[in-house]
């Protein structure tokens, strides 16, 4: 899994989260449904993606076979905001920044 595999999974994460809050969703079914629409929003974006740069998103790559010099820097930037809660908005605005300076 490479930083781009990361990011996917990320946004994944974060639509599902909205998604869910959004609806009100309550018990497992609810929540089955938004995480399926939390996947589709993510599987959109890396498929569009993929049409833009002919290149496939998943790779056999292991983030842990990078050298550490690139480990470090990508820990510096997930890590430099541990003390804001991961919901505010201001978090997620500095933190994708940061990745996409990074990328």
């Known amino acids: ?20 809050r959004k609806r009100d969703a309550n018990g497992f079914t609810e929540n089955k449904d938004a ?8 599987g959109t974006a ?22 550490e010099k690139d480990r470090t820097q990508r ?7 541990k003390h804001m809660p991961s919901t505010t908005p201001e978090y997620k605005a500095k933190l994708q920044d940061k990745l996409i300076n990074y990328l």
Do not use: H
């Not at 899994?1 to 869910?20: G, N, P, Q, Y």
């Not at 995480?35 to 993510?42: E, I, L, Y």
């Not at 993929?50 to 292991?62: F, H, L, S, W, Y």
């Open 46 to 67: 890396r498929k569009e993606l993929e049409d833009q740069t002919g290149d496939k998103v998943a790779t056999p790559d292991n983030y842990l076979d990078k050298p």
């Open 35 to 42: 995480a399926r629409s939390g996947g589709k929003v993510a």
């Open 1 to 20: 899994m490479d930083d781009m595999e990361l990011i996917f999974t990320m946004l994944e994460e974060v639509s599902t989260t909205r998604i869910a």
């Open 75 to 81: 820990r510096a930037i997930t890590t430099s905001y």
